[in-house]
DNA sequence: AATCATATTTAGGTTAACATAACATTTTTG
DNA sequence: CAAAAATGTTATGTTAACCTAAATATGATT
């Protein structure tokens, strides 16, 4: 393994590569690497046994490279827990540091690190810290550009970018907001949310196509 | 910079290329790279104005490749100290771990760290850690093996190696021990000394050569 | 001082991970 | 449904950091 191939991984991992197929330009666009590379890059990965590619199709994750990618999000998240809680870093300055930071992370450190912050089962983002054997309670992979005017939703989970978390952190829109979809403005537009949290009367947020598709949610039961 | 960049830096200065020249040899040694690759390397370092380079006499850290080593030593030794105090690490086993973070440790967290430490001025090896600021004091470079017969010193700094640290640790030799050398086994055999603070009565101990090159003292001044 | 051993540098080759550009396949659309 | 657009793959080139082997310099020994 390389810090490269772990980025791959997590990557496809958080694209939902553990269910469905995740195409070649979703990895390219995440990665800003180009298309060609991350076709060889997944071949490798195949080579490796912890991807599967069919080509023209997509990409998924094998078992051993599911399991792999958790750890890291393991990794990843106690670090992002270590900074917040110990360090007082804010919410959006944690990326960067957790994204080095775990790639150099020991099974043995990841273990002291999880003891000494008292086991957390939750990072800061809210995402959900997989356990060391690899228990992980899924989470959504629904983004919110996939819901449709009038849909009800709960924020279950923000990508961890900065731009991104910075961004959300501006317009004031949390996680946790239960949200109803009110429009989408044409030509890949804002699409405009209303919050439905009691203390929040009628207010709207305006959540730019981009940031839809980096931030996923739990739709509300069929009514 | 490059992570064996720093390596590379952070061994000749731990190899005494603050004041006199370090060989090739010396860093390809303790870098278990080969002597073609260092030149390759050194002459990069050089072009980075980080250090100088006589041909066949020896390289050197320039004022700024100095600088840079200490921040590097201050994260690596941050480190130590939270692992040590925080996680519970034992000392032979929290090199390999620092070792890794120090190279994706950036300012910011190096000094959140630091405060976080309780901003300590000593790591668990005895070493001095250099403050943001770049004030750093001086310590041995004297090896155990440079000293004669009859010499009298103490123990002020322990190479950070973990097959040396175990070593050491097994034949109970610790920093801040006074020390007699006794005599010196021919052959590259072992250097035997006396321990000499009070509790130990005459009981002595045998320091391997290779170890020797290890261990760095202070000795007592010309009697 | 000539020889030999050791240390260093130089030259040429390898690998991982990237890029660009040409070619191939899908998907979209008039 | 054919042409255009988008996406994906293959081929070729680059760079950083390593290696081995050959050439060169230094220093130690007779």
Redesign the interface.
């Known amino acids: 393994m390389t810090p490269m191939k772990e980025d791959y991984l997590k990557i496809i991992f958080e694209l939902g590569g553990t269910s469905k197929m995740v195409s070649n330009k979703q990895i390219s666009q995440s990665l800003d690497i180009a298309a060609g590379s991350v076709t060889e890059m997944v071949s490798k990965l195949v080579e490796d046994g912890l991807a599967t590619h069919t080509p023209y199709a997509g990409i998924s994750l094998t078992d051993e490279g599911i399991e792999l990618a958790e750890q890291l999000v393991r990794k990843h998240r106690l670090w992002e827990t270590f900074?917040v809680d110990?360090?007082?870093?804010k919410l959006s300055?944690v990326h960067?540091?957790a994204e080095?930071?775990e790639?150099?992370?020991?099974d043995?450190?990841t273990n002291?690190?999880s003891?000494?912050l008292g086991n957390p089962t939750h990072c800061p983002h809210g995402g959900v810290i997989p356990t060391a054997d690899g228990v992980y309670q899924q989470y959504s992979h629904i983004m919110l550009s996939e819901l449709e005017d009038g849909d009800v939703a709960v924020v279950d989970r923000l990508a961890d970018n900065r731009d991104l978390l910075t961004y959300l952190d501006q317009i004031d829109f949390d996680l946790g907001d239960k949200i109803k979809v009110i429009s989408h403005a044409p030509f890949e537009g804002p699409i405009t949310v209303q919050l439905l949290s009691e203390k929040n009367g009628e207010e709207q947020r305006e959540v730019s196509f981009k940031a839809s598709h980096y931030v996923f949610v739990i739709p509300e039961a069929d009514k």
Chains 1, 2 share one sequence.
């Open positions: 900074l110990k360090l007082d870093y300055e960067e540091d080095q930071l790639h150099v992370t020991s043995k450190l002291s690190l003891d000494f």
